[in-house]
């Protein structure tokens, strides 16, 4: 079973930029892979999923200021935040689905990292 661990996250002003990084011990070749957070008072949510077809999806308030990637060399997916705001303020966790997704609904994928932490200030 793919395992996921991710990093790069930190305290930063708000207007600044962080870059995520998930690496996997496989990459899900007909799978979907994504990032989602968490943020105090709020459920899960989704934030940014690469489908299967390899086109990218954003939730609306990122769309613009985020960009989801991944690189299958590394075995890596990041994600690119650029233009922070205090409400982006969350634990951030990679997730994959070993199968078709449709949508960035967190309830789709069944394979999480531990999350990392993310503050804006």
């Known amino acids: 079973q793919v395992q996921l661990v991710e990093s790069g996250g930190d305290s930063v002003q708000a207007g600044g930029s962080l870059t995520l990084s998930c690496t996997a011990s496989?990459?899900?070749?007909?799978?979907?892979m994504g990032w989602f957070r968490q943020r105090p008072q709020w459920p899960r949510e989704g934030v940014a999923v690469i489908l299967s077809d390899g086109t990218p999806t954003y939730r609306d308030d990122v769309a613009g200021r985020f960009t989801i990637s991944r690189d299958n060399t590394k075995n890596t997916l990041y994600l690119q935040m650029n233009s922070l705001k205090p409400e982006d303020t969350a634990i951030y966790s990679c997730?994959?689905?070993?199968?078709?997704?449709?949508?960035?609904?967190?309830?789709?994928?069944?394979?999480w990292g531990q999350g990392t932490q993310v503050t804006v200030s």
């Open positions: 496989s990459m899900y070749k007909n799978g979907c």
């Open positions: 997730a994959a689905v070993a199968g078709y997704c449709f949508s960035i609904h967190p309830q789709d994928f069944d394979v």
